[in-house]
Each structure stands twice: as C-alpha cells, then as structure tokens.
C-alpha cells in the first residue's frame, strides 16, 4: 500500500470515534495490553510525561516537548486529533513520523492486529510507543485521547502526570457531572509519581485530592503556586511576567495561553525537582537555565508543528483559526473575540452533533455575520440545524455545504479592515488549513 492507501485503511476499516463518534470508541484497555505485549512493552524503553484534561492538554504537551527539546532531549510527542496529516500525532523532535514507517507498520502488523478488531486509536497508540522505542527518544509527552482512566495511553507509568481542567465535554461517555468527568480524568494519576492539576473547582478539586491520597502521588494544584503574575498582548502573541522564569514570549497567542501557562511552569517546576530539567541531557556540565524555558514558550510552534491555536493564517483581512470546540474552551474564546478591533467580525462556524451546541452559540457575538457550514465527517452537524439553532438567539447568517465554500464567501465579503475567523470545531479548521490556506 502507499502512505494515502494506508491512512485510508486507518481511517474507514477501524472504527474511530473522530469521525464515527459512539461506535468507533471502544472502553478498556485489553486491546492496548495486547498490543503492548506483542510489541515487547515499547512504552517502558523511555520516559513518558502524561497529559490529561478538558481543554489545553494540547498547548501544554507541545509546549512542555519544546523545552524539553531545547534541554538537550530526543522527544516523542503524541497528541491528537491530526489537522492536516495523520503523521502530525507522533513526532520526534517536532518531526513527524516517517510515511515510510506508518506503511511497513501497518503492513507488517495487520495480520495480528485486525483478529482484535482494534479502533483507530488504539492502533495509532502502539504505533507512536513502538516507534518512539525505535527512535530511541529519551522522554514521551503523551496526550490522553479521551477521558483518562480507560484511555489506551493509560497503560504507561510517567514521571509525571498532568491534568490540565475538568469541563463538560464527552459526557456520554465521562460522566454527566463535573465529580465523575474529574475521576475518568484522574485516572492517569499512578502511584507514588507526582500529578500537577491546572484549574479546579469545588468539586473536582476534592476528586483529585483523594485519587491522589488513595495513590501517594504529590500533588501540586496549579493556581495555588501563582506561578504566573501577569499577562498582556505582545506583538507576537502573549508577554507573561512569571516569578521564577522571569519575561516570557509566548508565540500562542489567546486568553486562555495564560491558564495553561501557569501550569506548564508548574510541570516544569516539578521536572526540575525530578532532575530532568537541570543539568542539560546532551551535555552535563551544561545548566539548563530559564534560556531554554522562554525559547521553548517563543518558538513552540516552530519546533513541534502545533497549529491551530489562534493561528493567524492571514493578515489583510485578520483571519484567525482556533480548534476550542466546547462551553469551557468557548468561554475564553468568546472574551478573545470580543476584544477584536475591527470595522465587522465575519465568523465561520461548524460543530459535531455531540456537544454541547446551544451553550456555545450563546457565548458567540451578536454582531457578527456568520456562515454556518460543517467539516467532512460523519459527526459534523448539519449546517441547516446551525443555522436554525443560532437564529433563535439572535445570529444572523447564511449557511454553506462545505468550509471552503463558507471560507470563500466570507473572504469575499470581508474588507482589509474587518475580521474572520474560522472554528467551532477542529475538524473545520483541519479542512480550512488543509483546503483553503
């Protein structure tokens, strides 16, 4: 098979919950034990970092690999959904895995693997632990794919876990409240090994603070550390004034970069005190000093290839893309666009049927043009049904059968002066980045 013939069979044979939603999620983790024995444990030939939560698990795993990066490490990072190209989800020093090495996997393990009956997950997770082993990296930042506790990443043992927030997202399968979102979540909290949580709440924070007694893990709530003082808008992206990493550029621009800052120089803090920030890997006479910790913050996207946050994909007129998909990404999303200065805001807009579409429709500007559109995938929302749901509180746009249609009709409708943006889902701004830009 060729690499395009290869993603396919990954995509349509195995059953994906991205694109199938319900019936392509599979609970437990006997498939992922399998395939870990078949593949001798590949996960346990390197250091792994855990990264869990509702929203910015993303930022902070790209973030933390950069760093990690820049300290002198050979770094896995896993994370998912792709935007663009399946081969996005599992890179090594911010290089994507090889086409080469996605095929021969494929091709040589399907004879064991399609008798499981695998998801897509659960197979693209032992490809990244198997070629990471291979690659001989010295650290992994694993991103969760859903939940935490069942998750198929849970099989590894990290030096440290992060969990980043608890919001209502994926609730048919999490829980319905906030108390049982956190304990899925706090599934990756292993024992003895240290956990540092972003955001809390009443609620979840009582969660995490059992699941960590019941563990003896250490752990370290994020927004009582303060490790952030302030923050404002920087000519490229955000200046943040910390109180041990001194000034920080952070190329991801957003309101919301500023919670996971906080915890991502708390992860790094907790790195540190594990002897792996400090002396440097490659060389151990070199000190790794706060140098490396605001190049990581400057240049993340550059040296891991994130996309997709506040990423301004063109100038005149400002058009902005960003993948924040549920009510509590939203809720910081809604204030960065109200802070938008233009002459008119031209948005648009897709979501998947399973979220929460009603509370993110309410947090959008009223006084926007929007064109209501949906992505090419089996969950996306009918742009009709958006449209119908958002007139009723007030949004007043046209709808449009595919992204680049709504991309189009919204560039041509805008002036230099005004400003577009792209998102609701991720799987919008995978189809603009990889259609329209």
Not at 216 to 226: G, V
Not at 288 to 306: A, I, Q, S, W, Y
Request: proline letters at 4%.
């Amino acid at each position: 098979m060729t690499y395009q013939e290869t993603c396919e069979y990954l995509f349509s044979q195995l059953p994906m919950f991205e694109r199938q939603g319900a019936s392509g999620y599979k609970e437990g983790l006997d498939n992922s034990h399998a395939l870990d024995n078949h593949f001798d444990h590949p996960h346990q030939k390197f250091t792994t970092i855990h990264v869990a939560g509702t929203n910015g698990k993303g930022s902070c795993a790209h973030t933390l690999s950069a760093i990690l990066q820049l300290c002198g490490y050979k770094v896995g990072l896993y994370t998912s959904p792709h935007l663009v190209d399946f081969s996005e989800r599992i890179r090594v020093n911010g290089q994507p895995i090889s086409e080469e090495y996605v095929t021969e996997f494929v091709e040589n393990e399907k004879s064991f693997f399609e008798p499981l009956h695998p998801s897509f997950f659960e197979i693209t997770t032992a490809m990244a632990f198997k070629y990471f082993a291979d690659m001989n990296v010295d650290i992994a930042v694993i991103e969760v794919g859903l939940g935490g506790r069942l998750d198929c990443t849970n099989i590894i043992t990290p030096i440290l876990s992060v969990i980043t927030n608890i919001g209502f997202d994926h609730t048919q399968f999490l829980g319905t409240s906030l108390e049982q979102i956190a304990m899925e979540k706090a599934g990756i909290i292993k024992k003895n090994v240290p956990v540092v949580i972003g955001e809390t709440t009443p609620e979840t924070r009582a969660v995490f603070e059992a699941v960590a007694a019941e563990n003896q893990a250490p752990i370290t709530f994020a927004e009582d550390q303060k490790e952030l003082i302030s923050a404002s808008q920087a000519a490229n992206g955000y200046e943040y004034h910390t109180r041990h990493f001194g000034i920080l550029t952070g190329e991801l621009a957003g309101t919301y970069q500023e919670k996971n800052t906080n915890t991502i120089l708390c992860a790094v803090q907790q790195l540190e005190a594990l002897g792996y920030m400090h002396p440097c890997a490659s060389d151990p006479y070199k000190p790794c000093m706060n140098r490396e910790v605001r190049r990581g913050f400057k240049h993340v996207c550059t040296l891991t290839g994130l996309k997709g946050r506040w990423q301004k994909v063109n100038e005149a007129p400002l058009t902005i893309c960003d993948t924040g998909h549920n009510v509590a990404g939203w809720q910081y999303l809604s204030q960065q666009l109200n802070a938008v200065r233009c002459d008119h805001m031209h948005i648009v807009f897709g979501m998947v049927d399973d979220k929460d579409v009603q509370g993110v429709l309410e947090l959008l500007p009223k006084n926007a043009t929007y064109y209501f559109t949906k992505a090419n995938n089996k969950r996306a929302l009918s742009e009709n049904v958006i449209k119908v749901y958002a007139q009723g509180i007030g949004l007043n746009g046209e709808s449009y059968p595919d992204v680049k249609t709504a991309y189009n009709a919204a560039k041509s409708a805008a002036s230099n002066n005004d400003f577009v943006f792209v998102g609701g889902s991720s799987y919008i701004v995978a189809e603009l980045l990889k259609n329209c830009i």
